[in-house]
């Protein structure tokens, strides 16, 4: 079949999505498809074994948007399958093509928190039945719009096929299909001691790893404020974001500053290592589709501390292979670093980091996704 790919990013971009994209889509070609991927971007576009079309940034948005909108409805006419990975964007001329989407998220919401629509503090569950401005409704009009005109729905949790379900999307349409890592990512690692070394660490110290866009709802300022409850415990984040400077400045605040590190955003290399390296990876998020940072800690042996929110459930098993928290609560939070870091819990939980991992395997999810596309 011929399959357009359309989608908000694409690799190199950094993200969950974009990495996806780049991994399946040779499982796709394997099978005889054709392949071109249509999104945004500045990065170069002729190393891929496919075509890619870029609409670069740097334009005027209006101009920008016309662009993507002519280029979609020209490769649309090419395509028999489409596949969108982001809502929202610019389409036409496809009315009578067999189109899938997977959701991640929920676009209106995201985007009313970044405009500032809503309070970065909203809470993402809350949105999906209170009433707002009519802009944010609006926007929640167009995402339960563009999902149900859609053949398919993927969804990487069961968690998000509720969400979809409750926008009015039939449930016959919403198929789980569990996020995953290929079998080899992050192999082969050193070990914790020689990760340590090669990272400049202290071989006998003690560390907290969080690695996410550095957002409102990603959750690092609970993890600053609840440092004072285990003085001995350096946090590492990486990544980078808009909320970078606030974050700093409270590390200056909170006197810990000493003992917070701030990586920048890593390489997928650098992000195994540091993984590896640390005792426990945190997710202290508001919102997590179906996580791959979760599933990436656990699978080169690092167990997590993570919010039970969202899809974190479906993949952690409190105090098995890490431990789940109340979310929003900073006493909770406080109080589970205080037991994560009691003698032997990080290595009894890291002894559990394999258990369930079952359920998140690649060949499964391209098979799946292979049965979707392919009708």
């Not at 389409?91 to 189109?99: E, F, M, P």
């Not at 997590?304 to 969202?310: D, K, Q, T």
Request: glycine share 10%.
């Amino acid at each position: 079949m011929n399959i357009l790919i359309a989608s908000g990013i694409f690799h190199p971009d950094p993200g969950g999505p974009a990495t996806y994209l780049y991994r399946l889509l040779p499982e796709l070609q394997k099978r005889g498809h054709q392949i071109r991927v249509l999104t945004y971007g500045n990065a170069p576009v002729d190393h891929y074994p496919y075509p890619v079309t870029r609409i670069p940034f740097g334009r005027e948005p209006f101009s920008r948007w016309i662009r993507f909108a002519f280029t979609y409805r020209r490769l649309a006419s090419w395509a028999e399958v489409i596949y969108l990975n982001t809502f929202g964007l610019p389409r036409g001329g496809d009315q009578h093509k067999r189109k899938i989407m997977k959701v991640v998220g929920d676009y209106a919401w995201e985007r009313c928190v970044t405009r500032g629509w809503i309070a970065s503090t909203e809470d993402i569950d809350h949105f999906q039945t209170r009433r707002y401005s009519p802009r944010v409704e609006l926007y929640k009009r167009n995402r339960t719009r563009d999902a149900a005109a859609m053949e398919r729905v993927i969804t990487p949790s069961a968690y998000l096929r509720e969400m979809v379900m409750g926008w009015g999307v039939p449930g016959q349409q919403v198929q789980v299909i569990y996020n995953a890592l290929e079998p080899n990512w992050g192999v082969p690692l050193l070990d914790k001691m020689q990760a340590r070394i090669q990272l400049g660490w202290k071989a006998q110290g003690q560390y907290l790893f969080t690695a996410a866009r550095l957002t409102a709802w990603k959750g690092v300022n609970y993890l600053i404020d609840a440092l004072d409850a285990v003085p001995r415990v350096f946090l590492v984040v990486g990544g980078d974001g808009p909320e970078q400077g606030v974050l700093r400045q409270q590390t200056v605040n909170r006197g810990v500053a000493d003992r917070v590190i701030f990586t920048g955003r890593l390489s997928a290399s650098q992000m195994a290592l540091t993984m590896r390296a640390s005792d426990y990876v945190a997710l202290y998020s508001g919102y997590e589709g179906l996580s791959h940072t979760i599933l990436e800690a656990l699978q080169v042996g690092t167990p997590v501390i993570v919010s039970a929110r969202g899809g974190n459930p479906e993949i952690v098993r409190d105090q098995v292979n890490g431990l789940l928290v109340a979310h929003p609560d900073l006493g909770a939070l406080r109080e589970t670093l205080q037991n994560a870091f009691r003698a032997g819990t990080p290595e009894r939980l890291a002894s559990g980091t394999s258990v369930g991992l079952e359920r998140f395997s690649w060949p499964d999810l391209v098979e799946q996704t292979m049965r979707v596309l392919e009708g």
